[in-house]
């Protein structure tokens, strides 16, 4: 940075930066209470399970589903080792290459289909209840913004340990 002295949040920022902590602290939370609660999985495992049934031929290459997933290829195989021993899941080697697929069994897909209704009913409750259509436009242009900026920032080495 070019100063040493920090840029302090004016009073706006810091308001919408600690609403803002409170929505990244106590979404993900309440996202997993749901669907452990109803489905036996984390929300990660549901998000995960999700991505890939909506792949073509329910089958993603690790590291692209790790991307989309915005997850660690070393989390995302993590989970994917879980759910293969649960049946969900199974791993296929990329021929000629070092990677591997992830491939969404029938037993899988049932998984994901069976706990969609609950966890769409959540996210539903929990964030578009309270929004009119004109603040999940507002809210979908923030977060695309944001989101670029952490991946230009992270590209950067800044937020890394």
């Known amino acids: 940075m070019g100063s040493d002295s920090p840029r302090w949040l004016d009073a706006n920022q810091q308001a919408a930066w600690r609403t803002l902590v409170s929505v990244i602290t106590r979404l993900p939370a309440a996202l997993d209470t749901q669907t452990q609660r109803d489905s036996d999985l984390t929300h990660f495992e549901y998000f995960t399970l999700a991505l890939l049934s909506e792949a073509p031929d329910r089958r993603a290459q690790l590291s692209v589903l790790a991307e989309s997933a915005n997850a660690s290829l070393s989390r995302l195989s993590h989970v994917i080792t879980r759910l293969g021993k ?35 009913e959540t996210v539903q409750r929990l964030v578009f209840d309270g929004l009119d259509d004109e603040q999940v436009r507002a809210l979908a242009e923030i977060g695309a913004v944001l989101v670029a900026q952490l991946d230009k920032g992270l590209a950067a080495g800044i937020g890394r340990a």
């Open 86 to 120: 649960r049946g969900w899941v199974y791993r296929e080697p990329i021929p000629d290459s070092r990677g591997s697929f992830a491939v969404l069994t029938d037993a899988g897909y049932a998984k994901v289909a069976e706990a969609a209704p609950a966890h769409v």
